[in-house]
């Protein structure tokens, strides 16, 4: 297979702004990695935090000019819209309930959006934020970012191609321990936006990584969840939203599917793991260990595909930079995303067309996101009733 | 740890017949192996088939005296009853609807039995066998033979030792493929008579491997499922019981699980595995790697215990022959629950005490596995309401 | 493919007597365990000790009749050859330096021998022994027992059959750690003989478990070795045999290869693992996980095959018992020596041809791998040169 | 324990030039992103070819100024050094033969430099080269990039801290595959240089991976190689390198050795694997799995460290991004050695002391790689004889 490789031409690198990601947040700095290593993009101005000290000390650390660190994303955005060297596309990287705020302002002055997922928190903010995205034409690209990993591409590619005939079965986990205590309540920053049903959402594990899991299934198999039935538990007392969830799932077509989704699962890390069955093969993937897909057609041994191997395919090959046997990770699949939403965005700014491979998630799967966080709350609240996604 | 170890000093063996597990069966040979592993049994008669000469055949291959080779199961059970060298116990290899009545010609005459798993092919039955049984006061083993693995005796020792702290969340599953096609329309004998409701039960997959899923998450973990929650599919068109099985469970005290059983998960051979999650550990056990038991503490590294390693307890020990690295496999966990019914048949012939330690699946297990099935179907008819165990 | 299964069609069983193997042994045990599990042999006699209470005690132990467990294995091999219900073969399961001497017993009495490895504690020896048992006509098997994992028997076909291309790599090692400290100077018996060079010759880990490292490459590339450069340690202070070996090879045709064996090789158990690398195809099998061989193609992408799966062929299926999935163990492996033997057995009581898929290490073998030995302290006596292995 | 974590305060970027790396090279590109990673390089001037036309066109993809774009290295060097903006370091990504000439032009006139490995093509040009930068002052990092992965820092910490206690075996291998056949012969370039004498030194595959084995085992154990035995071989026809090496090591001390470089290992990518075991404990850790790092206490069960997680110290923690369970990879590790390298440029440019957990392999360890193989070709020209290492 042609891997891409690690050589990149680049145009001039796109200018980016980003709105939140200070000094102890901890997805920013992994947006900005992502952003940084393909060399497409430039970070020249942002509002990493509502403090204005604490945002300028960042900009600081970060090298940005002072002039452009804002600590109020409204002014940012107005301010940046008028500059002619202004930022060309903004990262979203704050807690859930802020995405759609900060996002109208600069979606609606032509800057083009990179979001942290999920979507928002709330369902109807999200179609909201879609509709508004959707009529100012901009490119918005949402943080899905595991299906940035080549080999999650590999197996959508299979997928499509029928490698794995009709889909019977999907069974997809997402499993942590990092809240299998209250740690919220010590004032763990991380834990406490994220257990906080108004910054997070209705959601805690579901909208946390169940969305990851949801949309990853969504990713690969191409089918569309049409009711699910949710067991959500909050294990840890005194938690104000699920940390656990079992949920069965009917996709459009007659593919039945299982997600499990837990911050408590003790001993786990970041266990997300996918399989997907149907009539002639079935595909696993894990996510500690992405490089590798395993592919089980029936009646023949099992095998593994690598990245950049044997046998792996054009779509895991323009996201990969180094050969097979060096393994990539979780920043190069996050840049990935980037490098996707660049490619989009250079188009727009060139007048070229788009290259038909190039795919990331964005609203339509935002607002799917959102929708199965908010269908998981009511089944569970109807004691697991079957209940259809208002997508 | 002290491992038992293969050196066995052995009583005169028990003389053991045997129903169904002619030529072309399977499960016979497996329970004919596990009887003979740990010389504790003599296989001494039969009715291999209920047609004559295909008994006679089977019993000739196996060294069995033709006159004590029977083609009716009563008959046998009268004749062996009245022989002074009469047989002792008794192992039934049929198919599922035939167990209860094979049983009870036995056990009413004081043999003991060693029954294939599900106990019965229906819930009323089920409770009548167990009923019956316990009155004969006969020692009745059901093979559940994955309870024999060393490694699930240490898994069940920890949880109860507290090693977990207490237990949230179990994640159980076993999955195969070999029903993937419509194999019993070509007369495969094995898919023939277990996708046959009359023979085999109102369940499919979650009677076949369904119930040593449940028998083995309750048996590691000493708790009982309150209610259920189904989704039954029959993929395969044509197919006249369930071969898939996505199911949410609710345990007595608070905690929940998953369990999926399949015999249409292209690719997967023996795939059982069980992940319990306490509040202080966890643990993970495979099948199909079945030495292993990887250890997960809460805020400390994983670990891997291995059967007759270091750190594992006497549990595993007494039911381990061999050195760790050196593998045990299926058939020597078979062999562990033909060995814990053999101690408690000689403690019977000898009037003696019965070690603690000695344990193995029987009435209660058998009882809760055929209701386990029953709340499957039933729940499942109800669109996956949640149902309780009728045990 | 087809599995034979472990529906045994069984003649009546081989008479069998054992030498060695009394209450405190380790390996006789696993020789009986081997020898019952297919039902094609009876223990009947046996010298489990040259203490004649501990032998009684032993016999008493295994059901044996008293009046033919014997003290002396002379005395056994001269009464056991004028009862008409003599044994027909027996099992050496004593200290390395007794194989010869017992051998040589039976043999020239006609009763097959069935020896644990090395074959003899010096080269001399080996090679008297083979002359004599040759002379004598008998069967003689050396449990090499990891030659009998089906999956070994797959990765024989599969090099003989060229799917690797000429063989240019042998890449075979043999770890543990049970002998990291002294604690042969605890009184530990298995520790005691091995690691007293009267006992078990010159060689401690290149003896005990590089023979089973050399013997494993040989059987499955079919390649001899014509020269090899040892470096020999004893890392324990006060051991008197080696306790690893760094060890390369020359083997005639070409390839080249590397054996690494050792018995402080700290929290190893038995990791006895083989590569073998060709100019088209690899294999890959480790005995910890013994029912999967692992085939990476040139150019392709790297498949697993399976003990009884897809693509696996005949010559492991003839060794499979169980569907795949569930594993087989080290007991199973050690039992196909068994089960080979007795077919060579059989067709000499009966007269009828040996099937000509049959094959187990015989005298040729056990001249090999005390040769290797033998070698090895040539070499490494003369500081790693390039010494022949004089078999 | 503490993830330094992805947010990096940066001072103002180090100017970095580089030598090679132009459009159809392979290891540039790699260095680019290593640089890039963390934010602390700035690429702005380099001689990417010494063909004119394609250094231009590789310095445009790469958005360097055409006035820093070279053609001859010498030229770059002189004139970088006469500007107020000149570069502060420069990358050498050459073939062998150059990274010596190439160093010299830019150490002489206080450029830092960091050098892809090995140091050089000879072992005499090598001495040369590290007395002059020594005489130099500058800083000098040669990119063994697996030292850059955070488990193998942990490894290094646990063996100084006496975790293992005595070490007895080092076990380690590099095995690829991708010179399995002569594809040299076609023209492939990184085959081309790579096995041609002049241009990659007398080793083949002992210089090319067999010296990373070798950095890595040294670093980890902090033993050094008194003598090796090493048996080399060409098993492609008309190869003029070595292909294959195995390689017996004593270090001083008394711990042994067994080192396995291979190109024709047929179904392998980089598996660069390395064990080390101690009289108190082992380690073992494959690149191909980096994020984790397995220990063997003797007589204790075996668990697995992991970047990040539990346990883990702060020799991994200062390198590490993101947390556990989300993997890092080769160009994450390979940016460590560029991240510690910044340290050590941005101390000297700033005057200040530079933190004493920093480390990275110099011309010590490059010295010590090219003796490496000098001393395994001369051995192997002796039939393997052990020699010393001449550094």
Redesign the interface.
């Known amino acids: 297979m042609a891997i891409t490789?690690?050589?990149?031409?680049?145009a001039?690198?796109i200018r980016l702004g980003m709105v939140g990601g200070g000094?102890d947040?901890?997805i920013?700095?992994?947006h900005?990695?992502a952003a940084?290593?393909?060399?497409q993009y430039e970070l020249v101005a942002g509002c990493f935090s509502s403090n204005a000290e604490k945002s300028m000390a960042s900009g600081?650390?970060?090298?940005v000019d002072p002039k452009r660190t804002y600590a109020d994303f409204s002014e940012m955005a107005a301010r940046e819209a008028r500059r002619k060297d202004g930022i060309e596309a903004v990262a979203i990287v704050t807690p859930n309930h802020m995405h759609a705020p900060v996002a109208l302002q600069f979606l609606k002055r032509g800057i083009h959006v990179i979001c942290d997922k999920p979507l928002t928190a709330t369902l109807p903010e999200a179609k909201k934020l879609a509709k508004a995205a959707e009529a100012s034409g901009v490119v918005f690209a949402l943080t899905h970012n595991y299906t940035g990993y080549p080999m999650i591409r590999q197996a959508a590619a299979m997928v499509k191609a029928g490698e794995?005939g009709d889909i019977?079965?999907v069974?997809v986990?997402y499993a942590?321990?990092w809240l299998?205590?209250p740690i919220e309540q010590t004032g763990q920053k991380q834990a406490d936006w994220r257990t906080d049903p108004a910054r997070s959402g209705a959601g805690g594990a579901t909208g946390d990584i169940g969305t990851h899991a949801f949309n990853l299934a969504g990713f690969v198999t191409g089918l569309e969840v049409e009711t699910l039935?949710a067991?959500l538990?909050s294990?840890v007392p005194g938690r104000r939203v699920d940390d656990?969830g079992?949920i069965?799932m009917?996709y459009k077509g007659g593919a039945?599917?299982?997600l499990?989704c837990?911050q408590?699962?003790?001993?786990?890390?970041?266990?997300l793991r996918l399989r997907v069955?149907?009539?002639?093969?079935?595909i696993?993937w894990s996510?500690?260990?992405?490089?590798y897909l395993w592919?089980?057609?029936?009646?023949?041994?099992?095998?593994?595909?690598?990245r950049g191997?044997?046998?792996t395919g054009a779509e895991a090959g323009r996201l990969t930079?180094?050969?097979?046997?060096?393994?990539?990770?979780?920043?190069?699949g996050f840049a990935n995303i980037y490098a996707e939403a660049a490619r989009a965005i250079l188009a727009r700014r060139d007048g070229t067309a788009l290259d038909a491979a190039v795919t990331f998630p964005g609203l339509k799967e935002g607002v799917a996101g959102v929708a199965f966080v908010d269908a998981c709350v009511r089944s569970s609240g109807r004691?697991?009733a079957?209940v259809s996604l208002n997508v």
């Open positions: 490789g690690a050589h990149v031409a680049r001039p690198r000094r947040a901890f920013g700095a992994v900005r990695i940084r290593l393909d060399d600081a650390d970060l090298g794995l019977r079965l069974q986990e942590q321990d299998a205590e039935a067991d538990q294990f656990n079992h069965l009917r039945r599917g299982m499990w837990s408590v699962a003790t001993g786990l890390e970041n266990n069955y149907g009539t002639k093969s079935s696993e996510q500690e260990d992405p490089n592919v089980g057609p029936l009646g023949q041994p099992r095998y593994r595909l690598t191997g044997a046998s930079r180094i050969p097979p046997g060096h393994p990539e990770g979780y920043l190069e004691n697991g079957w």
